[in-house]
């Protein structure tokens, strides 16, 4: 199985991202879009890893109050476009709580530093001038265990597992 864990992201958020995504086509911006039922910001790669099981004890040593995401900005990674985030202690704190338990429990993930970002486009052509963000804010109240798998019109992303809010 090929598994992360994610914040699956609230309606109007979408929406706002999809906005952007519109109108960056419009402006000439091609490549590989994020379809809108895939849109959510990742906390941890685990990569391929056989059994959910363990991956979801881990998680259950992990906990969290509801806090809130705000997008801001965009920028790119090589020939990925993004929207980023407002800076947010909560979630840098959760992440850290997270990528612990998995490191306790000798579960592999990416261990690069945290940037969160939402993936609008992959293999992107085209520059974004002038194209701004709506600055859209959302609850977190879910933080899902993601399996991503192949299909026949790109990546299918189902919840497997979750971790509690207190």
């Given amino acids: 199985m090929r598994l992360f864990i994610a ?3 609230s309606d109007a958020m979408k929406d706002a991202l999809t906005a952007v995504q519109d109108e960056m086509y419009d402006n000439g911006v091609r490549g590989n879009f994020t379809s809108r039922e895939n849109m959510h ?11 959910k099981e363990p991956v979801m004890d881990a998680l259950s040593t992990v906990s969290f109050s509801a806090f809130s995401l705000s997008l801001s900005g965009m920028g790119c990674f090589r020939d ?5 985030m407002d800076e ?7 992440v850290r709580r997270i990528r612990h338990a998995l490191a306790e429990n000798n ?3 990416d261990r690069k530093r945290f940037s969160p970002h939402i993936t609008l486009i992959r293999k992107a052509t085209g520059t974004m001038p002038g194209i701004q963000i709506e600055k859209v804010s959302m609850p977190v109240e879910r933080i899902l265990l993601m399996r991503s798998d192949r299909g026949k019109h790109g990546m299918v992303y189902t919840e497997v597992g979750e971790i509690v809010k207190k």
């Fill in 41 to 51: 910001l990742t906390l941890a790669f685990i990569g391929e890893y056989p059994d």
């Fill in 107 to 109: 579960i592999p993930f």
């Fill in 80 to 84: 990925l476009r993004w929207a980023g």
């Fill in 88 to 94: 947010s202690a909560p979630l840098h704190a959760v």
């Fill in 7 to 9: 914040i699956p992201l």
